[in-house]
């Protein structure tokens, strides 16, 4: 099973350091997450001891505030898998800390297409031009065709081949929260 893929380069948390850690809570128990999932930080897992790590939940809501993208860096222990689509195989372990970036309108993000919740069409793929968004039933983007009040979206601005057959599109953030 292939896992979420992300790439933050063109975002202005990797230099201002916007970012938070963060555990995923899936409403019954701490879960496994994939890179490029969106969340919402829902308080500190411990406020008496721990004051750093926010839970971090599901968007109740396409208009919910505090959210941010799962963007932990890929720890590949094995050399020999780089070459051979390793970042499709990552992915953040239930009940361990994970890096949350909280995007700011104007940053470039390139997710894959495993998270991403694509149109009921044709061929099922992102397309160019197309909205991303959140949603309040899934951590994956969901991708629209227009947006109406959502708090946090951004439109494909480019889709390329990686990894050889694998797909990731670039995502220019129009409106964060």
């Known amino acids: 099973m292939a896992h979420g893929v992300i790439n933050t380069a063109n975002c202005k948390f990797t230099k201002d350091g916007n970012i938070v850690s963060g555990k995923y809570y899936d409403g019954t128990d701490y879960a496994q997450i994939d890179n490029g999932s969106l969340v919402m930080l ?14 971090a939940i599901k968007p109740a809501a396409v208009t919910s505030i505090g959210v941010g993208v799962v963007c932990t860096p890929e720890v590949i222990y094995d050399e020999s898998l780089k070459s051979t689509g390793a970042l499709d195989n990552f992915f953040n372990p239930a009940n361990r800390p994970i890096t949350i970036g909280i995007l700011q309108a104007g940053d470039f993000i390139d997710i894959n297409d495993e998270v991403i919740v694509p149109i009921d069409d044709d061929d099922d793929k992102p397309a160019i031009g197309s ?16 947006v109406t009040n959502e708090s946090l979206y951004g439109k494909i601005v480019n889709r390329f081949v990686y990894n050889g057959t694998k797909y990731m599109n670039t995502v220019q953030i129009l409106k964060a929260n």
């Open 42 to 55: 829902n308080g500190l897992v411990s406020a008496s001891t721990n004051r750093e790590v926010f839970q």
């Open 131 to 146: 909205y991303v968004t959140i949603t309040a039933t899934s951590t994956k983007w969901t991708e629209k065709t227009a």
